[in-house]
């Protein structure tokens, strides 16, 4: 257990020094807003690497707010699981909002511990990485929680692709 946590400190410490790594991004725009999936995606953001199938999980509107999912890869039991959080209120990209992610169940139950999403600029999106669980479930959520202003403005769930 202690040499879990102690990867996962790691881990977290990399991902945290690796996010300074600047804006230089030489990828092109955001293909998961064109639709479908697109096998091998390789996503960089900001110093981050993510490779994996994209799985468009759904848009959705609340109010004046327009929010949607994206999920890079495919879970693997006590990893790490990367989506991309899109939000936009008035048909304009929100890049200052707090984004709170985690997986869990159908009820809002945490499975594993909450992580943060990070604004891509270059992207338009938010950089959302989440622990999964030690073991998986089918009927695992994606959960997003975005506050703006201190107050929160979107709590919603997407079903997460098992494949």
């Known amino acids: 257990m202690n040499r879990l946590m102690v990867l996962v400190m790691f881990a977290a410490a990399f991902a945290f020094a690796a996010c300074g790594g600047g804006a230089n991004n030489a990828g092109g725009g955001n293909a998961g807003n064109a639709g ?8 960089e953001d900001g110093g981050h690497h993510h490779e994996g199938e994209q799985h468009d999980l759904g848009h959705r509107t609340k109010d004046d707010w327009h929010y949607g999912a994206t999920q890079i890869g495919d879970p693997e039991a006590g990893g790490e699981l990367v989506f991309e959080v899109h939000l936009q209120k008035g ?3 929100v890049s200052d909002a707090t984004v709170a992610v985690w997986i869990g169940d159908k009820d809002g139950k945490e499975l594993a511990p909450r992580g943060t999403g ?3 600029a270059d992207e338009g999106v938010y950089d959302c990485h989440t622990q999964l669980p030690k073991e998986l479930k089918e009927g695992m959520k994606f959960w997003v929680a975005v506050k703006q202003g201190g107050s929160e403005v979107i709590k919603d769930s997407f079903d997460v692709v098992m494949e």
């Open 91 to 93: 048909g304009k990209d």
């Open 118 to 120: 990070s604004w891509s």
């Open 36 to 43: 479908g999936n697109e096998a091998g995606h390789s996503h």
